[in-house]
């Protein structure tokens, strides 16, 4: 702990100075909370590779994308990142190059962000350890591993709009509409892309089959045949903190990677979380084929 | 007739290897009842926990006891040849369980020493860490398919 406030602070007083005139105060503590509901970065994190210094192969449909090193190695990683251009990065999908991400980086939803908890996991994230590693080319199909065609992508599919205020919804319920859409991207995961591999609006959150690492995503809408309808608000909280299923069983995948981090979240940021989720549309889709299943 | 010995013979030789996956498949079969099992006690423990069921609290050591024993005999349910494809029964084992038999050996007595650590907690009556020590049950629980249950 006290190992932890030292480092914060001696990375604090290096972002104090080296940010000069336009100083801030770095908040790293707020940052990690956000790191935490971001599920910990953990795309940023290969298997059997040192933490956020990139390189994990995400499957998609276009092909291989590999996730870059965001450890703060000022040749490799975001060191040299000044604020405005995590910013530019996180909400409008700009590399400090100019270059626009591919929306495997899911700056779809974290446009969502505000600037502040943008700067917090700025200053978190700062604090970690650098690794020194390149960045790893993407092995996707031409014409997609062009770096223009994402460019064409955003035109088509990229309208950051902000959550807007809904006064008949609840305080706990709007800060768990912005956990889950713009830092936790749960529907990333969670809902289907159409043919453009952008995320398809009315079925928000109503499972896919090809989650990131070609993976199955449940639907978590509250459907009560294909979705999470039969669950309680705590057995959705109670799987947020622990990763356990009503039925006793142990979620796994990206997901249980994620739960480590959610786990780490305040109590009251799980239950606004649930408590969105439950409150979405029910969707109907079976995206399980019953054969998949162990049981 | 030549053809009849050839088919005699060729069952002859193949019945025992066909014979022998078949057990493998019910071996494959016992294993995943045997998860389920734990299963059930870890959905048990959850609804005690999460429950208005406080007066059930003293159950959990139950549980937790059968937990216990079943981690023992974990490893004795991963014998050659219950591999996937290796029997008609799909398996969720990922080879490393093969491969790395120590590792997984460790995986189980982790879950054996969390669920006799729970037992422990409910026996002396600190209520206060039982989230926690179920916590840790289910942390044992998910390494292990981390590093052991492929997901489908």
Same mark, same amino acid.
């Given at each position: 702990?006290?190992?932890?406030?030292?480092?914060?602070?001696?990375?604090?007083?290096?972002?104090? %100075?080296a940010?000069?005139l336009h100083?801030?105060?770095p908040?790293?503590?707020?940052?990690?909370?956000?790191?935490?509901?971001?599920?910990?970065?953990?795309c940023?994190?290969?298997?059997?590779?040192?933490p956020?210094?990139?390189?994990?192969? %995400?499957?998609?449909?276009?092909?291989?994308?590999?996730?870059?090193?965001i450890?703060?190695?000022?040749d490799t990683?975001?060191?040299?990142w000044?604020?405005?251009?995590?910013?530019?990065a996180?909400?409008?999908?700009?590399?400090?190059?100019?270059?626009?991400?591919? !929306?495997?980086? !899911?700056?779809?939803?974290?446009?969502?962000?505000?600037?502040?908890?943008?700067?917090?996991?700025?200053d978190y994230?700062?604090?970690?350890?650098?690794?020194?590693?390149?960045?790893?080319?993407?092995d996707?199909?031409?014409?997609?591993?062009?770096?223009?065609s994402?460019?064409?992508?955003?035109l088509?599919?990229?309208h950051?709009e902000?959550?807007?205020a809904?006064?008949?919804?609840?305080k706990?319920?709007t800060?768990?509409?912005y956990?889950?859409e713009?830092?936790a991207h749960?529907?990333?995961?969670?809902?289907p892309?159409? /043919?453009?591999g952008?995320l398809?609006?009315?079925?928000?959150?109503?499972?896919?089959?090809? /989650?990131?690492e070609?993976?199955?995503?449940?639907n978590?809408?509250?459907?009560?045949?294909?979705?999470i309808?039969?669950?309680?608000?705590?057995?959705?909280?109670?799987?947020?903190?622990? /990763?356990?299923?009503?039925?006793?069983?142990?979620?796994?995948?990206?997901?249980?990677?994620?739960?480590?981090y959610?786990g780490?979240?305040?109590?009251?940021?799980?239950?606004?979380?649930?408590?969105?989720v439950?409150?979405?549309p029910?969707?109907?889709?079976?995206?399980?084929?019953?054969?998949? %299943?162990?049981? | 007739?030549?053809?009849?010995?050839?088919?005699l013979?060729?069952?002859?030789l193949?019945?025992?290897?066909?014979?022998?996956?078949?057990?493998n498949?019910?071996?494959?079969k016992y294993?995943?009842?045997?998860? #389920?099992?734990?299963?059930?006690?870890m959905?048990?423990? #959850?609804?005690?926990?999460?429950?208005?069921?406080?007066?059930?609290?003293?159950?959990?050591?139950?549980?937790?006891e059968a937990?216990?024993?079943?981690?023992?005999?974990?490893?004795?349910?991963?014998?050659a040849?219950?591999?996937?494809?290796?029997?008609?029964?799909?398996?969720?084992?990922?080879?490393?369980?093969?491969?790395r038999?120590?590792?997984?050996?460790?995986?189980?007595?982790?879950?054996?020493d969390?669920?006799?650590?729970?037992a422990?907690?409910v026996?002396?009556?600190n209520v206060?860490a039982?989230?926690?020590?179920?916590?840790?049950v289910?942390?044992?629980?998910?390494?292990?398919?981390?590093?052991f249950?492929?997901?489908?």
């Amino acid at each position: 702990m006290t190992t932890h406030l030292f480092r914060w602070g001696l990375a604090g007083l290096a972002l104090l %100075l080296a940010s000069g005139l336009h100083a801030r105060t770095p908040n790293p503590i707020a940052g990690e909370r956000i790191f935490n509901a971001a599920g910990g970065c953990g795309c940023h994190t290969a298997e059997n590779g040192k933490p956020l210094s990139g390189g994990r192969p %995400l499957k998609t449909p276009f092909g291989i994308y590999f996730s870059t090193n965001i450890t703060p190695d000022p040749d490799t990683g975001i060191g040299g990142w000044s604020d405005a251009d995590l910013l530019r990065a996180m909400r409008e999908g700009i590399a400090p190059d100019g270059s626009h991400y591919f !929306p495997v980086f !899911p700056y779809t939803a974290f446009s969502k962000m505000t600037a502040e908890d943008v700067l917090h996991l700025k200053d978190y994230l700062f604090t970690l350890p650098a690794v020194q590693q390149s960045n790893r080319p993407h092995d996707v199909w031409f014409p997609f591993n062009l770096r223009f065609s994402a460019w064409g992508w955003k035109l088509v599919n990229f309208h950051p709009e902000p959550l807007l205020a809904d006064v008949t919804r609840s305080k706990q319920w709007t800060r768990g509409r912005y956990l889950a859409e713009a830092v936790a991207h749960c529907g990333e995961c969670h809902t289907p892309r159409n /043919g453009m591999g952008a995320l398809k609006a009315d079925w928000h959150y109503a499972g896919s089959r090809e /989650g990131p690492e070609g993976e199955v995503a449940p639907n978590i809408t509250p459907d009560a045949e294909t979705g999470i309808g039969q669950w309680s608000k705590d057995d959705l909280t109670y799987l947020l903190e622990t /990763g356990m299923l009503p039925d006793g069983d142990f979620i796994g995948g990206l997901m249980s990677e994620a739960v480590e981090y959610y786990g780490q979240l305040p109590p009251e940021d799980r239950d606004a979380i649930a408590e969105y989720v439950l409150s979405l549309p029910p969707v109907q889709n079976h995206v399980r084929d019953p054969d998949d %299943l162990n049981e | 007739m030549k053809r009849t010995i050839l088919i005699l013979a060729s069952i002859l030789l193949l019945a025992p290897a066909t014979l022998h996956a078949d057990r493998n498949a019910d071996l494959i079969k016992y294993r995943k009842a045997v998860y #389920s099992s734990m299963k059930g006690h870890m959905a048990a423990i #959850s609804r005690i926990l999460r429950g208005r069921l406080a007066e059930y609290t003293g159950h959990i050591i139950d549980h937790a006891e059968a937990l216990k024993q079943t981690a023992r005999i974990l490893p004795e349910l991963f014998p050659a040849g219950t591999g996937f494809g290796e029997t008609a029964v799909k398996t969720a084992a990922k080879p490393e369980v093969w491969e790395r038999p120590e590792e997984f050996h460790k995986a189980a007595k982790r879950l054996e020493d969390t669920s006799a650590d729970l037992a422990e907690t409910v026996r002396s009556g600190n209520v206060k860490a039982l989230r926690e020590k179920v916590g840790a049950v289910g942390k044992a629980c998910q390494r292990c398919h981390q590093q052991f249950r492929r997901k489908d």
